[in-house]
């Protein structure tokens, strides 16, 4: 399958909302690992980079493959794992999300498979180093386990500045503390405390955090099966899009076609808000969608749909 073939197939595949994702398997050191097919912008035969100096230990540096100088991560390094072999047919995979271009060195591509989030699973201990774990889920895949790495979280720690900042709440001026409860649906760890700290700051302190759309949707169903007001339980929905069992597109679909919730205002906040994504979000019924790390517009979306 070519990799421009493999595409059109993921935008049909996001049109169609049926909870599945296509990812590209690759290896380092005889251990696979996967990243979606959305993040991936080509794959490039590993080629000579330019040093940069004081660069962060895992950066190996840069190379311009077109018009754009792009930062290569040595991947096995940041996940302390020794290399094997001679590297002669190592490759690089030049990823964009949040709107920003990244190349990560590994040793081999392997192909593109399609998979349900449903049979993803979140990993129930840390691995591969890091406070927080850099798995953001396990795909049982043929006759593998793949590891589907959190690479905004990679991308956070080597490059802070390019990630949710904390003095953009602040730059946002006085505020009033709200007590409406937000509900928090993000997988990565990082990025959800990060989220959770920065309405937390800017006047948000009644926060629901869950892992993944099938966690928020249980929550959702038994705040529904209270009795009560559903804005007792959750005045807006704040959710990614990539995430186990179940992703932010099937939530959207589901609350925007439950008669008793789908007036909750509900944003998809993600980094891979492209205009086809923004197309099938909208087709959904999402009230915003906007791309990270933009958290003081995420605050003032909130704000106005609150109100």
């Not at 000579?48 to 950066?59: A, G, I, R, T």
């Not at 043929?142 to 080597?158: G, P, Q």
């Amino acid at each position: 399958m070519g990799f421009a073939e493999s595409t059109s197939q993921t935008k049909i595949l996001l049109e169609s909302g049926t909870n599945e994702l296509e990812i590209m398997e690759f290896m380092i050191a005889g251990e696979s690992f996967g990243i979606n097919v959305a993040k991936v912008r080509e794959i490039l035969m590993a080629q000579d980079v330019k040093k940069m100096p004081n660069s962060h230990p895992v950066v190996e540096g840069v190379f311009k493959p077109r018009d754009e100088i792009i930062t290569v991560i040595d991947l096995a390094k940041y996940l302390n794992i020794p290399r094997t072999g001679e590297g002669t047919h190592d490759i690089f995979i030049v990823t964009h999300f949040n709107k920003l271009s990244f190349a990560f060195h590994v040793e081999n591509v392997v192909g593109i498979g399609r998979v349900s989030w449903e049979e993803i699973r979140k990993p129930d201990r840390i691995i591969y180093g890091g406070d927080e774990g850099v798995a953001t889920g396990i795909a049982q895949y043929k006759d593998r386990l793949v590891t589907i790495l959190d690479f905004e979280k990679i991308i956070a720690e080597i490059s802070p500045e390019s990630s949710i900042q904390y003095d953009e709440i602040d730059m946002l001026g006085k505020r009033q503390d709200s007590h409406k409860p937000v509900l928090i649906v993000e997988d990565s760890m990082l990025l959800s405390k990060m989220i959770v700290d920065c309405l937390h700051r800017a006047g948000y302190k009644n926060t629901i955090k869950t892992d993944n759309g099938q966690e928020a949707w249980n929550y959702l169903s038994e705040a529904k099966s209270s009795g009560e007001p559903i804005l007792n339980h959750v005045s807006c929905i704040v959710s990614d899009i990539e995430m186990p069992l179940m992703d932010g597109h099937r939530l959207t679909k589901l609350v925007k076609e439950d008669s008793v919730l789908k007036d909750i205002p509900l944003i998809l906040f993600s980094s891979l808000i492209s205009e086809e994504i923004y197309i099938k979000g909208k087709e959904l019924g999402a009230d915003e969608q906007i791309t990270k790390p933009e958290i003081a517009n995420l605050v003032s979306i909130i704000d106005r749909l609150i109100r």
